[in-house]
C-alpha cells in the first residue's frame, strides 16, 4: 500500500513557475514508478509526467516537455513536479499517482491539489 498526499498547489501568472509535491508513504514508494497526472473541468484525466524508482528516467507529454521538471528524493518519500512557463491550459488538478507505467496509472492515487493559472 503506498498513500500519496500532493501540496503546492496555488494561483499564478501566465509564465510564471510552481512546484508541487507528493508526499508519499508505504513500504513500496522507493521501487514505485511515480506518475503526474492532471484533470482540467470537462476533460478527462491526462498524463503529465513519470518518473522511475531510481530516478534516472523521466518522462513526459509532449505538452509539457521543456516546461516541467519531474524529480523525487527516495530518502524523504517525495516526488515533485516543478512548473515552469505556466500557460493558462496547464490549470487543472494535479494528482500523484504510483504503481503504474509511463502514460498508465497505478491503482494508488492522491487526494489532488489545485493549479490556477491566470492570464
Known amino acids: 500500500q503506498v498513500q500519496l498526499v500532493e501540496s503546492g498547489g496555488g494561483l499564478v501568472q501566465s509564465g510564471g513557475s510552481l512546484r508541487v509535491s507528493c508526499a508519499a508513504s508505504g513500504r513500496f514508494f522507493s521501487s514505485s514508478l511515480m506518475c503526474w497526472f492532471r484533470q482540467a473541468p470537462g476533460k478527462e484525466r491526462e498524463f503529465v509526467a513519470a518518473?522511475?524508482?531510481?530516478?534516472?528516467?523521466?518522462y513526459y507529454a509532449d505538452s509539457v516537455k521543456g516546461r516541467f521538471t519531474i524529480s523525487r528524493d527516495n530518502a524523504k518519500n517525495t516526488v515533485y513536479l516543478q512548473m515552469n512557463n505556466l500557460k493558462p491550459e496547464d490549470a487543472a488538478v494535479y494528482y500523484c499517482?504510483?504503481?503504474?507505467?509511463?502514460?498508465?496509472?497505478?491503482?494508488?492515487w492522491g487526494q489532488g491539489t489545485q493549479v490556477t493559472v491566470s492570464s
Open positions: 518518473i522511475s524508482w531510481s530516478g534516472g528516467n523521466t
Open positions: 499517482n504510483a504503481g503504474g507505467s509511463p502514460g498508465r496509472p497505478g491503482n494508488f
